[in-house]
């Protein structure tokens, strides 16, 4: 079997599209969690995610966009410096978008050619651990694992690093990181989107270019309009632009 497994898609439908051209035909999609937030497309990503039969979990920041959903954020902060990009994602997308993000569960089991697989977005709330040793391995799998008892080796799926990873514990037990299909963090400026391919149990790590100008645009709205908080136009600009850190003063707009 081929599959593509991808994460961290944060709203991106055009590096989205951009992986699945070079990834070409595949038997399966599997996304590690984190559909929105902090890219300017969640209904059209969404969409797309929903219409190739992705098999997904649910992300720290799906989470956080449906607790703002139900908060009175998105009325109290519109046209104010407080306005974040999970607000804006959350005036973008439709109910249906909503409910789809609602009903993702935190983890999934599969198997693929005699290999069992857990997925889930993080191993823990609000940190970037990974299991380090066998012990933690067998116990997030005790916890997660959801198919029958069997002998095959063991892989563990993660998003949320946005780091490309693949950690072996053991001949029988690794965990894997595809990556950001939408962007770095700051101490990486490689703008390309990464995704991961397993074909027949061997794992290779891809990225492909793709053209950002879409998601700068829409950023530069905001940097003229001045409606949003700084630090979150900042973010977007040094990941679709050409800022040189996260950090880089606003462009001053055009008049």
């Not at 038997?27 to 969640?42: E, K, L, N, Q, S």
């Not at 009903?103 to 693929?112: E, K, Q, V």
């Amino acid at each position: 079997m081929k599959l593509l497994i991808i994460s961290d898609i944060h709203a991106n439908v055009t590096a989205l599209e951009a992986v699945a051209q070079s990834a070409g035909p595949v038997d399966a999609i599997y996304c590690a969690g984190d559909f929105v937030d902090y890219g300017t497309d969640p209904h059209e990503a969404i969409a797309w995610v929903r219409d190739h039969g992705v098999r997904c979990v649910m992300g720290n920041h799906d989470r956080h966009l449906l607790n703002i959903l139900a908060s009175d954020e998105v009325t109290r902060f519109r046209g104010t410096r407080q306005w974040k990009w999970v607000h804006d994602n959350c005036a973008r997308i439709t109910a249906e978008d909503a409910d789809f993000l609602r009903g993702l569960p935190l983890h999934i089991s599969f198997s693929a050619d005699g290999i069992d697989y857990v997925m889930q977005h993080q191993m823990k709330d609000g940190c970037y651990d990974m299991p380090e040793s066998v012990q933690a391995f067998d116990d997030c799998w005790q916890s997660w694992y959801t198919g029958p008892k069997s002998p095959h080796p063991r892989r563990m799926i993660f998003g949320h690093t946005h780091r490309r990873c693949m950690h072996m514990l053991d001949d029988d037990r690794l965990w894997l990181n595809p990556g950001s299909v939408s962007y770095r963090r700051p101490d990486d400026d490689d703008k390309r989107a990464h995704y991961m391919l397993i074909q027949d149990g061997r794992v290779t790590f891809h990225a492909v270019p793709y053209q950002r100008g879409a998601m700068l645009a829409r950023v530069m709205e905001y940097v003229r309009r001045g409606d949003m908080l700084e630090t979150d136009l900042q973010d977007l600009l040094f990941f679709f632009g050409d800022a040189k850190t996260t950090r880089d003063p606003l462009p001053v707009p055009s008049r």
